[in-house]
């Protein structure tokens, strides 16, 4: 059973950085897809990114241009670099893999096997 842990949440200002990390344990094939999504209070879960295996990208119009995902197979591990933060970008944060071997990825929800905890990611204005 695979089991994905972020980290990298916290409290910052606006305009700030926060980096968030995906760790991806227990899985053998390196062929898989992460998405990152975000839940805020009240409102519907929002898929913001995800790359494929090949390292093929895809953003969110709310987070292009701000923030970037990168992967690095050796580690298992995808990151969420996210720059020039906003209020709005405040909620918790989730990755999750899809395990279909595709050189494409979507962020849609449901295509998605397993998720990971989340983390916590508040802005201040």
């Known amino acids: 059973q695979s089991q994905l842990v972020e980290s990298g949440g916290g409290l910052v200002k606006d305009g700030e950085s926060l980096r968030l990390s995906c760790a991806v344990s227990g899985i053998t094939s390196r062929y898989y897809t992460i998405g990152w999504f975000r839940q805020a209070p009240g409102k519907e879960r929002e898929g913001i990114s995800c790359?494929?295996?090949?390292?093929?990208?895809r953003y969110a119009d709310s987070v292009q241009g701000r923030f970037t995902i990168s992967r690095n197979n050796a580690k298992d591990t995808v990151y969420l670099q996210m720059n020039s933060l906003k209020p709005e970008d405040t909620a918790a944060y989730y990755c999750?893999?899809?395990?279909?071997?595709?050189?494409?990825?979507?962020?849609?929800?449901?295509?998605?096997?397993?998720w990971g905890q989340g983390t916590q990611v508040t802005v201040s204005s």
């Open positions: 790359i494929s295996y090949d390292g093929r990208a």
């Open positions: 999750a893999l899809d395990v279909t071997v595709q050189s494409y990825c979507v962020m849609t929800s449901s295509v998605y096997d397993q």
